[in-house]
């Protein structure tokens, strides 16, 4: 009865671990099938493209676009900024408002990683932005100093097409934004606050 016990657990055990080396050997073929057609494509630029999206990650804690794309995939630098700006500007053709604007992390794989920020007004305003990694119910809005947009001459730059770029994140935290519009006498029109968990 012991040896039938034996024979058992051993003939388990190495039907287990035939197991395991199959599964890793299905793996490793796969993932080099895998690679070698997405080589087999890195000189068809139209599936290059069709295979570089901007997909929303929700675990910023907002829907914000991030870039999904084959890994090892090799694209030229001049290829790829080509691409995402043709995929921002399809975007582009939405309505984004200060209420519910359009989140892009790192684009263009920047160093420091920015978080692109686009939304449309149907007059020109002047934006102003705050960010910190303490709540913002601790903190009096009214008094914390705001970044401003400004203009290549310094001035509070006005328009109705808010294309920014927020470099101040912080990673590996939640971040309050907080964003307001001015008008021309630099009167609020309206302020929006969102939390942001920004990745590492």
Excluded: C
């Excluded at 034996?6 to 890793?24: P, R, W």
């Excluded at 099938?33 to 000189?43: A, F, G, K």
């Excluded at 630029?45 to 676009?65: R, S, T």
């Amino acid at each position: 009865m012991k040896k039938y016990w034996i024979k058992k657990i051993l003939s388990y055990t190495i039907l287990g671990i035939l197991l395991v080396i199959a599964t890793q050997l299905v793996y490793k073929y796969g993932k080099e099938s895998y690679q070698n057609y997405v080589d087999d494509h890195e000189d068809d630029m139209a599936w290059v493209e069709n295979n570089i999206v901007l997909e929303d990650d929700y675990k910023f804690g907002y829907p914000v676009k991030v870039v999904r794309m084959p890994e090892n995939l090799t694209v030229s630098e001049e290829d790829y900024r080509t691409i995402i700006e043709k995929k921002i500007k399809a975007l582009l053709v939405h309505h984004y408002s200060i209420e519910s604007p359009l989140f892009i992390f790192d684009p263009y794989r920047e160093e420091g990683k920015p978080m692109y920020l686009y939304f449309h007004t149907g007059e020109a305003y002047s934006l102003q932005y705050f960010i910190s990694t303490e709540s913002i119910a601790m903190q009096e809005l009214d008094t914390v100093t705001y970044d401003s947009i400004l203009d290549e001459e310094g001035n509070p730059l006005m328009t109705n097409r808010h294309y920014y770029q927020l470099k101040t994140l912080v990673p590996g935290k939640k971040n309050n934004i907080v964003l307001r519009l001015l008008d021309e006498e630099g009167t609020v029109i309206d302020a929006e606050n969102f939390i942001l968990t920004i990745p590492e």
